[in-house]
């Protein structure tokens, strides 16, 4: 059998490509912004990951501008060789600082950290616990370790506790949970999480790829808002949403990051982050320190767009992120109402299974510090009409 004869076979894109319903890969011919054109038509931007606005700030662009006059494109090496620079040093040292943890280590991306965070930690008779609505990349991770991984359904206490009990007692656990989750903007029970933790003696990490920049004092995540910073071992984040970059990182005590640093492939044999992503990382981190007002902005103006969907009768899923997830249940219906939205300007992401449960498809809109109330009228209007 030829090996690429599943690439000949019908597929759901090919499905949806000839309903004139394919929703992936528009292209933008602007900045990341709160308005964008993108093929060849302005859009509202409710589909970025951009929640500070901080893709377009002056102070950002100019330190990657500099940093690639300075040091040139790209590092052509793994920071265990000739790929440091010390850029890489001073975001890690400064990130530490931010977070209130004794180390960090940078990968070249988010979905890398969890990959070669989760892979270094967990050994062969270690287990991994993980709530069912986690991001991809911490389940790929699991996959990479030699641990064995159980599930709980989302935000279920629960079943947390009766996966903890099933680890035996001369095992090491670690129970894994993004911070914000990803398609429902919900945030995680991290006090009851850390309370079950220290109950059976496991360890705890937090991806907080959606809290960084959103939550907590100044911005600081999902630990922070909870005051449970010192109770999570580790903390996992991206470069790409809040801080207008690219990367990942890691927080966690300092022999912990050495002993990743030193034993996760996916670090070792990675070039490091480009000097212009490094830098313009830097520069977010520190225009945040500089101005914790815009994570006040950004909550004011989430908590203005639920509001305005709420006033229209429109079905979103309660939460106090940047992410609303608006509900259309069946996969073609939200494909055309995507389509729809889109055409009449705005943009919004199509949310199917896998990444939600069968009929619990929805739009994802994500919402950023630079809106404005005005803007978010307009779309939400459009919104209402395409599905009110």
């Not at 129970?175 to 429902?184: A, L, N, P, R, Y």
Request: proline share 4%.
């Amino acid at each position: 059998m030829d090996i690429f004869e599943k690439c000949y076979q019908p597929t759901l894109a090919s499905e949806i490509k000839k309903k004139g319903l394919y929703p992936y890969f528009h292209a933008l011919e602007t900045r990341q912004d709160k308005e964008v054109i993108m093929e060849g038509k302005r859009r509202i931007m409710l589909g970025s990951n951009n929640y500070l606005g901080l893709t377009t700030n002056p102070e950002v662009m100019e330190a990657g501008i500099k940093a690639i006059e300075q040091y040139g494109t790209g590092c052509s090496g793994s920071r265990f060789l000739n790929g440091t620079l010390n850029l890489h040093l001073e975001l890690e040292a400064e990130l530490a600082r931010f977070l209130h943890k004794e180390a960090v280590m940078t990968f070249s991306t988010g979905f890398q950290s969890n990959l070669g965070i989760i892979s270094a930690i967990v050994g062969r008779n270690d287990y991994m616990i993980c709530d069912r609505e986690n991001h991809a990349s911490i389940y790929d991770g699991c996959r990479l370790s030699f641990g064995k991984m159980l599930r709980y359904d989302h935000a279920d206490m629960a079943g947390l506790e009766k996966a903890l009990q099933r680890v035996p007692e001369d095992c090491g656990a670690l129970i894994i949970t993004d911070g914000v989750f990803s398609m429902g903007g919900d945030i995680a029970k991290l006090p009851e999480i850390v309370a079950l933790a220290k109950k059976y003696g496991a360890r705890v990490m937090v991806d907080d790829a959606h809290g960084l920049g959103v939550l907590g004092e100044g911005g600081r995540g999902t630990a922070s808002h909870f005051g449970l910073e010192d109770e999570v071992d580790i903390y996992m984040g991206t470069f790409s949403k809040s801080l207008a970059s690219l990367g990942g990182y890691m927080a966690a005590k300092k022999e912990v990051v050495e002993y990743v640093r030193h034993s996760s492939r996916p670090f070792i044999f990675s070039a490091s982050i480009t000097p212009a992503s490094c830098a313009t990382a830097l520069a977010a981190l520190r225009y945040l320190e500089a101005h914790p007002e815009i994570v006040t902005r950004l909550s004011d103006l989430s908590a203005y767009a639920r509001k305005a969907f709420m006033d229209r009768g429109i079905p979103i899923r309660q939460s106090t992120t940047p992410i609303i997830p608006i509900y259309t249940y069946e996969p073609e219906e939200t494909l055309r109402a995507a389509m729809e939205i889109y055409d009449r300007g705005v943009y919004v992401n199509p949310t199917l299974p896998p990444a939600t449960p069968d009929h619990e498809c929805l739009l994802r809109t994500s919402y950023m510090a630079t809106l404005t109330e005005e803007l978010i009228d307009e779309a939400v209007g459009i919104i209402a009409s395409v599905i009110g």
